[in-house]
């Protein structure tokens, strides 16, 4: 504990580098203390702020396996599974810029990418993409709570899976992992996207909230 | 943008994020998406579930010369393509598919143009202007047609589509869109099938004019 100038108690628990004030509403205290992200956001923000190598092969090491069987999954011919997987992981280093924790976890932004690349790759044309938003000059400060945010909604969003009954679980990964079409998916009655929805329903509004932000000039 | 009412039902939302969506469909998609935050952050949380069963799934034994290939390629020069910018009322995704440029209407009759942007066997998309006041041809579908309204507005029988806003028409919907008073329309319309028309001429000219 320490004194501020102003003789309101610091809280200082800075065993991290990444460090956040948090002001308490309706209390005069200013709260000093460590931000948990998880271990792919502490790797992939060394990556985009640092150019980290050890980080991005930590993140290869995470990632490159677990996407060769997603790759595989959704229709990529054997031969060309690995090429897909180091194009996407190349382009995770390329791209690291536009990584934004606020909007997007490191997975999801991953998914983006892996499907984008695949389809560029396999069916040589680019897919049609959103704008990207554009990012203020101003707003380089990172907003830590809506980024543990995102972070716990994406937990328990996981958690939400896990509990499917099996068959519901193998409809969510077919929808997600490209091996059911649209009419698929509007046909399929036993895919649990109330309890997909419900789970990032705070997410969403963080999300919302965050666009609108960043919309606002 | 806002006061839009119309969204992306979840089911394509969901094949957009998976890269299922026929080309035609996924245009009209990111289309919408770089208009309206609503379904922007509701495609973030789809590719959130998507992250979500990557990070649960089983790790594969990859080669082990991909990984020295992928950590000693991290230098070399790297092709990545600079997003087209919005144009007036065109989003970025289309001024992409049109290359650039500005598109080139051609007539179709009743005061209407048309600019095809892609057609092939997985559908077609196209623009359309369509005068004020003026109907598109009464028609049916034999699949489903996506319509993004990028200015002015349309209604029909179920509802009224400002910019922005996305209708989806399926086989069930006999639909007349007539354009609204004021600024022309112009939509942004993706098929995965050709469209019948109801009246004997259109029917006609559909092989010419490709719709």
């Given at each position: 504990?320490?004194?501020?100038?102003?003789?309101?108690?610091?809280?200082?628990?800075?065993?991290?580098?990444?460090?956040?004030?948090?002001?308490?509403?309706?209390?005069?205290?200013?709260?000093?203390?460590?931000?948990?992200?998880?271990?792919?956001?502490?790797?992939?923000?060394?990556?985009?702020?640092?150019?980290?190598?050890?980080?991005?092969?930590?993140?290869?090491?995470?990632?490159?396996?677990?996407?060769?069987?997603?790759?595989?999954?959704?229709?990529?011919?054997?031969?060309?599974?690995?090429?897909?997987?180091?194009?996407?992981?190349?382009?995770?280093?390329?791209?690291?810029?536009?990584?934004?924790?606020?909007?997007?976890?490191?997975?999801?932004?991953?998914?983006?990418?892996?499907?984008?690349?695949?389809?560029?790759?396999?069916?040589?044309?680019?897919?049609?993409?959103?704008?990207?938003?554009?990012?203020?000059?101003?707003?380089?400060?990172?907003?830590?709570?809506?980024?543990?945010?995102?972070?716990?909604?994406?937990?328990?969003?996981?958690?939400?899976?896990?509990?499917?009954?099996?068959?519901?679980?193998?409809?969510?990964?077919?929808?997600?992992?490209?091996?059911?079409?649209?009419?698929?998916?509007?046909?399929?009655?036993?895919?649990?996207?109330?309890?997909?929805?419900s789970r990032i329903r705070l997410?969403?509004?963080?999300?919302?909230?965050?666009?609108?932000?960043?919309?606002?000039? | 943008?806002?006061?839009?009412?119309?969204?992306?039902?979840?089911?394509?939302?969901?094949?957009?994020?998976?890269?299922?969506?026929?080309?035609?469909?996924?245009?009209?998609?990111?289309?919408?998406?770089?208009?309206?935050?609503?379904?922007?952050?509701?495609?973030?949380?789809?590719?959130?579930?998507?992250?979500?069963?990557?990070?649960?799934?089983?790790?594969?034994?990859?080669?082990?010369?991909?990984?020295?290939?992928?950590?000693?390629?991290?230098?070399?020069?790297?092709?990545?393509?600079?997003?087209?910018?919005?144009?007036?009322?065109?989003?970025?995704?289309?001024?992409?598919?049109?290359?650039?440029?500005?598109?080139?209407?051609?007539?179709?009759?009743?005061?209407?143009?048309?600019?095809i942007i892609d057609h092939g066997?997985?559908?077609?998309?196209?623009?359309?202007?369509?005068?004020?006041?003026?109907?598109?041809?009464?028609?049916?579908?034999?699949?489903?047609?996506?319509?993004?309204?990028?200015?002015g507005a349309f209604e029909d029988?179920?509802?009224?589509?400002?910019?922005?806003?996305?209708?989806?028409?399926?086989?069930?919907?006999?639909?007349?869109?007539?354009?609204?008073?004021?600024?022309?329309?112009?939509?942004?319309?993706?098929?995965?099938?050709?469209?019948?028309?109801?009246?004997?001429?259109?029917?006609?000219?559909?092989?010419?004019?490709?719709?």
């Amino acid at each position: 504990m320490m004194l501020l100038d102003d003789h309101r108690t610091l809280a200082v628990n800075a065993t991290c580098d990444r460090l956040v004030v948090s002001m308490m509403a309706g209390q005069e205290q200013a709260q000093v203390s460590k931000i948990n992200y998880s271990i792919q956001t502490e790797w992939m923000l060394a990556v985009r702020d640092d150019r980290d190598r050890r980080a991005f092969a930590q993140l290869f090491d995470h990632f490159a396996p677990r996407l060769k069987g997603v790759v595989a999954r959704s229709g990529a011919p054997s031969a060309q599974v690995e090429d897909i997987v180091q194009d996407v992981m190349l382009t995770v280093w390329h791209k690291a810029h536009q990584f934004d924790p606020e909007r997007a976890q490191v997975s999801s932004w991953i998914y983006q990418i892996a499907r984008n690349r695949q389809i560029d790759i396999l069916r040589r044309e680019r897919r049609p993409l959103p704008e990207e938003i554009a990012q203020q000059a101003e707003d380089t400060t990172p907003d830590a709570s809506q980024i543990l945010g995102l972070e716990q909604e994406t937990e328990k969003l996981k958690q939400a899976l896990n509990k499917l009954k099996p068959a519901q679980r193998e409809m969510v990964e077919k929808a997600y992992l490209g091996e059911l079409s649209h009419t698929d998916i509007q046909a399929e009655t036993g895919l649990p996207l109330g309890t997909i929805k419900s789970r990032i329903r705070l997410g969403l509004e963080r999300l919302r909230h965050e666009l609108k932000i960043i919309g606002t000039p | 943008m806002t006061g839009i009412t119309h969204h992306i039902p979840d089911s394509l939302l969901i094949a957009y994020a998976a890269g299922t969506l026929p080309k035609p469909f996924a245009l009209v998609v990111a289309a919408h998406v770089s208009l309206c935050d609503e379904c922007r952050a509701r495609l973030a949380a789809h590719e959130a579930a998507g992250g979500a069963i990557i990070e649960q799934s089983a790790p594969e034994t990859i080669s082990e010369s991909l990984r020295d290939r992928v950590l000693d390629a991290l230098d070399n020069p790297f092709d990545m393509p600079a997003p087209h910018p919005r144009q007036g009322v065109y989003p970025g995704p289309v001024m992409e598919a049109l290359k650039g440029r500005p598109p080139k209407w051609k007539r179709i009759g009743m005061g209407n143009r048309q600019c095809i942007i892609d057609h092939g066997a997985e559908g077609s998309v196209r623009l359309l202007w369509i005068a004020p006041g003026q109907a598109v041809p009464d028609h049916g579908h034999n699949g489903l047609e996506l319509t993004l309204v990028l200015q002015g507005a349309f209604e029909d029988e179920t509802g009224h589509f400002g910019p922005g806003d996305l209708e989806i028409a399926d086989a069930d919907l006999e639909h007349t869109p007539i354009a609204a008073e004021g600024a022309p329309c112009i939509c942004l319309a993706a098929t995965d099938a050709a469209l019948k028309f109801n009246s004997f001429l259109p029917r006609v000219l559909q092989p010419l004019f490709r719709i």
